[in-house]
Structure formats: structure tokens, C-alpha cells
């Protein structure tokens, strides 16, 4: 199994990080994206080889790029400049492009995003080089949060954690590993976040997934105590979609809000893999159609 390599590339002049492993001979390219107040780790699991994203991709033939998003890692220091929505775009593209060198991309570039990622993984999308996009996950996130969750969530501030915040996040307890709760954190969230979080559900999720066109998955954990995940509100997510080539509906049993982090881990990152596989083969097919 590839063993991923932390990486720092110059990005206009910002310092960009993450985990990268290659694939040797790559089917395609996968960039992950992770939630808030989090990091590049969220998809290499702590001292859990087997529960790792990256190193499952690579493994399976994708190279992976697990990004430290702009405001985060390396970056930090430099979040005052980034508060245009494109920018982040630009330096996430750009760190992946660094980051990939002359190496080969096989089929081309896939997103996959967690939470507060998701918002980038859909302005990265949008943008003109994300009609290029082979396919788009997305998981832990939604239109609209359960009450008690809101209640919490709008008490939570960069030093604030309220009471509940870590039921919400890690329970149940069970479907993690007692070593990795909480253990995979950031020094602290960039003040874009705030805003990323205010206008995501009301405003921007809707905005922007009506002008997607590449093939999206749509992961729903069995155990999320977020976001709404009933069949109207999974029935109302897909319908956003109404530009995309295909839009699926998962849900991943024996999860929580953290999916690349529990014992499910695994099974999970086979169904994501399956899903990329899924969309180069239907794109060949429609080359050759």
C-alpha cells in the first residue's frame, strides 16, 4: 500500500500542503477535501493504515491528493487573502497541479469532499477547468440541518466548543476507534469558514449545484446527526443536480458524520473507488458512442 508523502508547494507566492500518493500507473486523479476545523489526515487515518483514503486509492490505481484546503495547513497565515471564493479555487487547483508535476493523470481529475469541502469541491466544479471534472462525492453536508444540531452548531465559535458538539460530530462512539476521536484536528479554522457555513445551505449549495455537469455521488451516513438525511431531503439534494450527467444517492451503513474515520471506513472509500471507476468507464462509452 502506497505510503502517502506530505507535500508544500508555492502557490502564487502561498505555501500549499497535503498528503499525496501516487499511483504508478493511475487510472485517474482524485483530490479530497476535507470539512472544517480539520485536515489533510481526515483522509489518512491516524495510526489506521487500512482506514486511510489515500492509501486506498493509490492502491486501487488513482493517484490522491488529500488537500489541506486554503486557510488550512501551510496556508494559514494567509487566509486574510482569501476571501474571494475564486481565489480558494485557484489555489486548490494550483496545489494540485504542483503538487502532480509532469506525472501522469491517467483519465483526468476527480473531487472528493467532506462537510464545510463541499462547498469548494462545487466552486472548483463550476469553474471553467471543472467541466474537465470526471466526477464529484460529496458526503456530510446537506440542505438543511436537524434542529438540536442547528441549536449547537450556532453556539460553536473557533474557541468556543459547546456542549453536544462532539455527540454530533463523533457518536456514536462505537463506529470510531477509540484512538481516533478528535485526533485528527487543525490549529484552528480560517475566518472564511464562518461565512462558508452561514450561506452554504440557504444560498450557495442550491447556486451552485444546478451548474454542475459532471457525475455526482451523494453519501448520506446511516448515523448522521447533522444534516437532514431522510428520503425527502436525499429526493430534494439529487434534484439540484439537474445539470449533472448522473446523479446517485448513497447511504453508507455502520457510519457517522466522520466516514473517513469509522470502522466503516473502508467500506465506504470501495464504494467511492467503484463510483470513479464507474465514471471513466461511462465516459469512455460515450467517446466511443
Known sequence: MSTPVRRMVPVDGIPMSGLFAEAADPQGVIVALHGGASSAAYFDCPNHPELSFVRAAAAAGFSAIALDRPGYGASAPYSDSMWEPQRRVELAYGAADAMLGKRDR????????????????????????????????????????????????????????????????????????ADVINAVGSAGAPPQEAEISTHWAGRDFPALAGHVTAPVRFTAAEH????DSTPEAMADIAALFGSSARVEIH???????????????AQYHSSVLSFFKHCITADLDREAG
Open 224 to 227: 448522521e446527526r447533522v444534516w
Open 106 to 177: 491517467g483519465a483526468g481529475l476527480f473531487i472528493l469532499a467532506h462537510s464545510n469541502g463541499c462547498e469548494l469541491a462545487l466552486r472548483m466544479a463550476v469553474a471553467e477547468r471543472g467541466h474537465d471534472l470526471l466526477g464529484l462525492e460529496l458526503a456530510g453536508t446537506g440542505l438543511r440541518q436537524y434542529p438540536a444540531a442547528r441549536a449547537i452548531l450556532k453556539q460553536a465559535t473557533p474557541t468556543y466548543r459547546p456542549a453536544g458538539l462532539r455527540e454530533l460530530i463523533w457518536a456514536p462512539e462505537e463506529l470510531y476507534p
Open 251 to 265: 447511504h453508507q451503513g455502520g457510519a457517522g458524520h466522520n466516514l473517513s474515520l469509522g470502522v466503516a471506513a
